[in-house]
């Protein structure tokens, strides 16, 4: 390029460049004052509103900084949704008005700042006044929202109806949503619905790493023959009473659930519970039903028990001791009742079921289930014992309990040599993790549109600030959502509700009992039909390969009965207890 076609394209650039018409450029080199403005948006409930774009006008006409004279780029609120505007004036009583506009909100226009308060000079020595805002923004149901509440309603009917594979539901679901925000949403704002910053930061990683942790603990612990030695044991405790052997095995699977999380359980104890079936000659389904539905109960006494009650723990704060200490009771009166129930509706199957040779049977099952490896079963305990622990005291120590899973991991990877790359094919259910992920994108961009605060308007208003009525429409809600759709998802869209009813029912005084209403609705409605909970649909999967399909009508005959002696309990339990 010749150097006079340099010459005329730079001075065209600088052109380009040079400061447009504006209270600024009129005003920067005759201030005698200066005018500083700060304070927060927020929506109406107090929620911060980041990335708000604010414009200030100074007697009718708009100030741009000095910085942002080339683009005209006004202002925009901080993550946390405050803001500090600095306005060099001649008149330091000249009139200021602000416009501030966020997609999903509805726009204030020439907001009036009242009054600035002298506030000395700054270290140039410029005299300064200064005033704090607290504007608030209400919501609107925009393009954003009803493409963002059209795409979550798609992937729950995609999940419930089976269309698709869970996790590539989700998957298309939160790619959807980016997709749109870059292509539609470049051209027409009214159209973005989330930033790739905002997705990833709405990605709950300690619920991710949570279930990774445990994964590659059960994972290692299974090289030992642990779980066949408890199935074995189970068996010999029983006597060959068939009635007593299933109410062990339901009681068995509950405590597991409450410590290895419900799916793990019956990733492990389906396999061992059909060749325990088949020993005896009776159909395995007897044994499974109850069991998938003593995972689910179980799994809701703890934080690490049932996926939902991971997601409420990280989302609300909440200890292990909190889980233990208020759901943990209630979830011991329901398994008796369960087991109860589950000898009566399988009286005929298990009263059919005789042993004649006891002796004989317990001795092939010794044979076939043993400890396999007593030292590396001693470093499991030993590890998990230690991870259950820093469970108990993780609140106190302000760690979050993905650490003390991992942690957990990796220690026994260490101490028992065993191959990483091997448990990280086998063991970890990347296609869960990954749904996780994608769901937790898919409710933050709801969040984002503003569909979770209209949810929660809703219900708010439905309860009338009653926090009875709370807890009940909180309970009964769930449990109806949680048994059509995987508990799972619904969890996810219910948790910003949860939180905002929290904040804003009278007479809670800082109790839970929201969350802990939310978190048995959803685990134990999760028992009312095939797809309402992840355990039900690995037992039905694995059931069904081995040859004993269970069928959707079958698991609702079952499965309904215990949900509803379920929420009556929960419902009990939490009026007498919880809200005393």
């Known amino acids: 390029m010749s150097f006079r076609g340099f010459s005329a394209s730079a001075l065209l650039f600088l052109l380009l460049l040079s400061p447009l018409p504006s209270y600024a450029s009129d005003t920067a080199q005759r201030a005698t004052a200066r005018l500083i403005l700060g304070g927060r948006v927020a929506d109406v409930h107090g929620k911060p509103i980041g990335n708000a774009h604010i414009k200030i006008r100074v007697n009718g006409e708009e100030f741009i900084a000095e910085r942002a004279k080339a683009t005209r780029e006004g202002f925009r609120s901080s993550g946390d949704g405050n803001f500090y505007i600095e306005i060099p004036v001649a008149d330091p009583a000249a009139a200021v008005e602000m416009d501030v506009a966020n997609i999903g909100f509805k726009a204030v226009e ?28 209400e919501r609107k149901a925009g393009a954003a929202f009803y493409i963002s509440a059209s795409i979550l309603l798609l992937v729950y009917v995609a999940i419930a109806l089976d269309l698709l594979h869970r996790t590539l539901a989700a998957m298309m679901g939160a790619v959807a949503m980016l997709f749109i925000s870059y292509t539609a949403g470049s051209l027409y704002p009214e159209y973005f619905i989330i930033s790739f910053a905002s997705a990833v930061s709405k990605v709950d990683f300690n619920v991710v790493f949570l ?36 109410a062990i095995l339901i009681v068995v699977t509950a405590i597991l659930s409450a410590f290895l999380n419900s799916v793990t359980t019956m990733l492990l104890l389906v396999p061992v519970t059909i060749g325990l079936a088949v020993a005896l000659k009776i159909n395995p389904v007897v044994f499974l039903m109850p069991e998938v539905l003593a995972s689910n109960i179980g799994g809701t006494a703890t934080l690490v028990g049932d996926p939902p009650n991971m997601m409420i723990g ?193 007479d809670i005084h800082g109790s839970g009992v929201l969350w802990w209403a939310l978190s048995l609705g959803a685990c134990l409605g999760g028992n009312a039909t095939l797809v309402g909970a992840s355990a039900n649909v690995v037992t039905v999967g694995l059931s069904e390969k081995q040859g004993y399909p269970i069928s959707f009508v079958y698991f609702m005959k079952i499965g309904i009965p215990v949900t509803i002696m379920s929420v009556a309990v929960s419902a009990i339990w939490l009026y007498l207890v919880e809200l005393r």
Not at 231 to 240: M, R
Not at 474 to 490: F, G, K, R
């Open 314 to 506: 990280s989302y609300a704060g909440l200890t292990w001791n909190d889980f233990m200490s208020n759901l943990t009771p209630v979830i011991a009166i329901i398994l008796v009742v369960h087991v109860l129930m589950m000898c009566y509706l399988y009286r005929e199957e298990y009263g059919a079921a005789r042993v004649t040779d006891v002796e004989s049977l317990e001795k092939k099952l010794r044979a076939e289930c043993g400890i396999k490896d007593r030292r590396l079963l001693m470093f499991c305990l030993a590890i998990l014992g230690g991870v259950i622990f820093l469970f108990f005291i993780h609140g106190k120590l302000g760690m979050e309990p993905c650490i003390a899973a991992l942690g957990g991991a990796v220690v026994l990877l260490v101490v028992s040599r065993e191959n990483i790359v091997t448990h990280l094919e086998e063991d970890v259910e990347w296609p869960t993790l990954v749904f996780f992920i994608m769901l937790f994108i898919i409710i933050g961009a709801c969040e984002e549109t503003g569909l979770i605060q209209i949810a929660a308007d809703m219900v708010l208003t439905l309860s009338q600030g009653n926090l009875l009525v709370g807890v009940a429409l909180v309970l009964l809600v769930s449990a109806v959502i949680s048994a059509v759709v995987d508990n799972i998802p619904y969890t996810a869209t219910l948790l910003p509700v949860v939180a905002y009813l929290s904040q804003n029912t009278p």
């Open 211 to 246: 279930l990774l942790g445990m994964m590659i603990i059960v994972g290692v612990m299974k090289q030992t023959g642990v779980f066949e030695w408890l199935a074995f044991k189970s068996f010999h405790l029983s006597g060959g009473n068939v009635f007593r052997l299933a």
């Open 110 to 137: 020439r907001y009036p700042v009242a009054k600035f308060h002298p506030a000395g000079t700054g270290n140039d020595g410029v005299p300064q006044y200064v005033a704090s805002l607290k504007l608030s923004l």
